[in-house]
C-alpha cells in the first residue's frame, strides 16, 4: 500500500484535468464529483468518465471547492447537462454567477508570483474568467460546516468550510471518515522549488490557512488530496 493510501468504504476516482485534479466519489444513485476544471477540459472530462464506464447522467452532485476559473470552470455546462445539484459555501455564490476569479488575493512569496507571470502568458491572457452559473434555486448552499448532507447522500463524512486561501472565505473542504480530506487549494502539492511547503499558490489570509489546517487534522483528517499535485500525509500540514 502507498504511503497515502487508506482502506475505505467510499470508492473514489481522481481525474486529472490541466493542474487541477477533480474527484469523483461513489453516492446514492450515482456520483458527487468534487470540482471541474478549466472550461476547455470539458470534453477531456467526458472522455474520461466514459473511459472509466460512467454515463454523464450519473453524476448528480457538484461540490465546489471554491469560486476559482480552475474549480468552477465547466460547472455551467455540467449542471445544465446534467441537472446536478450543486453543493457550495454561500460566499462563492456571488463570483459563481459572474463567472469571474478574485484578483484580490496575494501570491505566497516573490517566486510564485515569477512563475505565475509565465503562467499568465502560457494561459494567453486568460483574465480568470469562466462561462458564470445561473443558480435555479435548489442548490445546496451552506454557510458553514455540515454533518448532514453527505450522509444523506450515502457518503459517510462531513464538509468543513475552511478559509484560508481565498480572499472571499468561500473554502469548503469533503472530510471522510476513513480520513481522506478533500481540500481544493487550502493545501498543495507542487511546485516545490517555489517554497510552497503544502501553502496554496494565492493567499487571503495566511493565518486562516494554517488554522483550516489545524481544524481538518482535529477532525481526523489523514490523508489530504489537493486539487493542485498528489495525495500526502496530513502530518506533513505544518505551519
Ligand atoms: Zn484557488
Not at 468504504?9 to 446514492?28: P, R, V, W
Not at 474520461?48 to 470552470?73: E, P, Q, V
Not at 494567453?124 to 444523506?152: A, C, F, Q, R, V
Request: glycine share 8%.
Amino acid at each position: 500500500m502507498k504511503k497515502c493510501e487508506i482502506q475505505s468504504l467510499t470508492k473514489i476516482h481522481s481525474l486529472k484535468l490541466g493542474f487541477t485534479y477533480c474527484y469523483l466519489l461513489e453516492c446514492t444513485g450515482g456520483y458527487l464529483l468534487i470540482d471541474t476544471s478549466y472550461p476547455q477540459l470539458y470534453s477531456k472530462f467526458k472522455k474520461k468518465l466514459a473511459r472509466l464506464g460512467i454515463a454523464i447522467s450519473n453524476i448528480k452532485y457538484l461540490l465546489i471547492t471554491h469560486h476559482h476559473d480552475d474549480h468552477a470552470g465547466f460547472a455551467s455546462q455540467l449542471m445544465t447537462d446534467t441537472g446536478c445539484t450543486l453543493i457550495t459555501h454561500r460566499n462563492a455564490v456571488p463570483p459563481l454567477k459572474q463567472g469571474k476569479s478574485e484578483d484580490t488575493a496575494k501570491y505566497l512569496n516573490r517566486r510564485v508570483q515569477v512563475t505565475m507571470k509565465f503562467f499568465e502568458v502560457f494561459m494567453h491572457g486568460n483574465e480568470w474568467i469562466y462561462p458564470p452559473l445561473t443558480l435555479m434555486g435548489d442548490e445546496i448552499i451552506l454557510e458553514g460546516d455540515d454533518k448532514s448532507i453527505l450522509p444523506e447522500i450515502g457518503i459517510n463524512g462531513v464538509i468543513l468550510h475552511t478559509p484560508g486561501h481565498s480572499d472571499t472565505r468561500d473554502s469548503l473542504a469533503v472530510l471522510l471518515s476513513d480520513g481522506r480530506a478533500f481540500v481544493g487549494d487550502l493545501a498543495m502539492n507542487f511546485l516545490w522549488w517555489t517554497g510552497l511547503r503544502h501553502r496554496p499558490l494565492a493567499i487571503g489570509d495566511i493565518n486562516s490557512i494554517y488554522g483550516s489546517w489545524q481544524k481538518l487534522c482535529e477532525h481526523g483528517a489523514k490523508v489530504i488530496y489537493p486539487s493542485h499535485g498528489k495525495c500526502f500525509p496530513s502530518a506533513e500540514l505544518t505551519a
